[in-house]
């Protein structure tokens, strides 16, 4: 039986292409959100003709979703003969924008040296159209399963999960007893199986100052030259602490197994789109982003209060020095036991198809795995996917062919294993 499957998913190349090529060639841009629904439907009508009945659920009330722009997910479920666990394929819809330095058109899905190229190729549609391939070819074999199989294509991954995976798993959707196992085919490379991520704290820093006239600065008070005391500080005391925070988390790329605190924009003063020349002000207040990851080991209060202290020891030594700090946004880490039984299904089909042993990795940034685990209380969720995870969010962003149809064939094989099918 497992022979036969594997030659009709190899079959099924030119389908598994032209499928991700559709995908592709709707610009789901996040932010704003475009064309999600129709993306939506592609996915849903693919798998309607093989019997799954769908659901689409849109997600009124979070933020981004209007009527030019709405949250649309689908779900897509299939019963088995009896009832038995559920296996659940999550991808999201989304893409990032495609910035500057493309060669090709970002939105065409040319195939070139067999690769497909194009904005999503890799993160994620190459993923999801391996899974519905996988599905399909079981489907196709007529081989009989107990329980059920899902596929979702969800919203807004690119910018939190608030409308996609979090509100669905608010209603129940990825908790049991309606789904046991769940597998999301992000790009962290075929032969890995990726248990977790890191956590992520984002927030505000504002110091802040008087206004006065550029020609008389001790007049005013600056809020740019606090900022500066800050980020001494920040130099000087938090990023040496960070480099010494090493995890026992397997991340990829090495250099991510400890804290990281990146500075991600700066502003003060005068707003940068003023047109014509300065004015010469003393600037009143001056706003830095920092995107802090953390670890298993860390507590999240605590990665709060290293940096809050550092503001504290400032307000109370600098004349002056005042401060706001709000959080932006925060996701906690995320890590499956290595005996669960997907991380053990995916591991033994990566051994049977590509003759080697699975890595167990964590994503060095978080995706939707983190509303799952918190949310709907399932942990028996990896992320498994063809796709080399640097080239997400790249200009030129592309995906191997032969991956896909090796990851169609390992995510056909698990299914069948965590649905208790003897292949
Ligand atoms: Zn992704």
Redesign the pocket.
């Known amino acids: 039986m497992l022979e036969s499957l594997l030659s009709r998913i190899e079959s099924k190349r030119e389908e598994l292409i032209s499928f991700t090529q559709e995908l592709v060639r709707i610009p789901t841009i996040n932010p704003p959100g475009e064309d999600y629904l129709e993306c939506a439907e592609l996915l849903g009508n693919q798998l309607k003709k093989r019997g799954f009945s769908l659901l689409y659920e849109r997600a009124h009330d979070v933020p981004g979703d209007s009527d030019r722009f709405s949250r649309h997910n689908v779900i897509a479920r299939l019963e088995g003969k009896h009832s038995g666990p559920c296996v659940h394929f999550n991808g ?1 819809l989304d893409v990032v924008v495609t910035g500057s330095g493309w060669t090709v058109d970002p939105f065409e899905g040319d195939v070139r040296d067999g690769k497909i190229y194009g904005r999503g190729t890799c ?2 549609k190459g993923g999801i159209a391996a899974a519905v391939i996988a599905i399909e070819a079981i489907l196709e074999e007529n081989i009989e399963f107990p329980g059920a199989i899902e596929i979702s294509g969800t919203v807004d ?2 910018t939190g999960g608030y409308g996609g995976v979090a509100f669905l798993a608010e209603k129940g959707f990825f908790s049991k007893p309606r789904v046991d196992h769940v597998i999301i085919p ?2 962290l490379n075929v032969d890995r199986v990726c248990l977790g991520h890191r956590g992520a704290w984002w927030a505000e820093v504002e110091t802040l100052g008087r206004i006065a006239h550029g020609s008389m600065p001790f007049l005013g008070d600056s809020a740019i030259r606090h900022m500066s005391a800050f980020l001494e500080l920040l130099e000087k005391r938090l990023f040496p602490k960070l480099d010494k925070k090493q995890t026992r988390m397997p991340v990829v790329p090495e250099g991510a197994r400890k804290s990281t605190l990146n500075l991600q924009a700066i502003h003060g003063g005068e707003e940068e789109t003023f047109d014509g020349f300065p004015s010469p002000c003393v600037a009143d207040s001056c706003r830095l982003t920092l995107d802090r990851r953390f670890l298993i080991e860390e507590d999240i209060a605590e990665v709060k209060a290293e940096v809050i202290g550092l503001l504290d020891e400032l307000a109370e030594s600098r004349p002056n020095f005042k401060y706001n700090i709000k959080d932006i946004m925060e996701f906690l880490p995320t890590m499956t036991d290595a005996d669960t039984p997907v991380v053990k299904s995916v591991s033994s089909a990566i051994q049977n198809i590509l003759g080697k042993k699975a890595e167990h990795v964590i994503s060095p940034g978080t ?1 939707d795995q983190k509303h799952i685990a918190r949310i709907g209380h399932l942990h028996d969720c990896i992320a498994y996917g063809p796709g080399i995870l640097d080239l ?1 969010h790249q200009p030129d962003e592309y995906i191997v062919i032969d991956d896909m149809v090796a990851a169609a064939k390992v995510m056909a094989m698990s299914t069948l294993d965590l649905l208790g099918v003897n292949s």
């Open positions: 999201h993160d994620m991954e690119e992000e790009p995706y997400a």
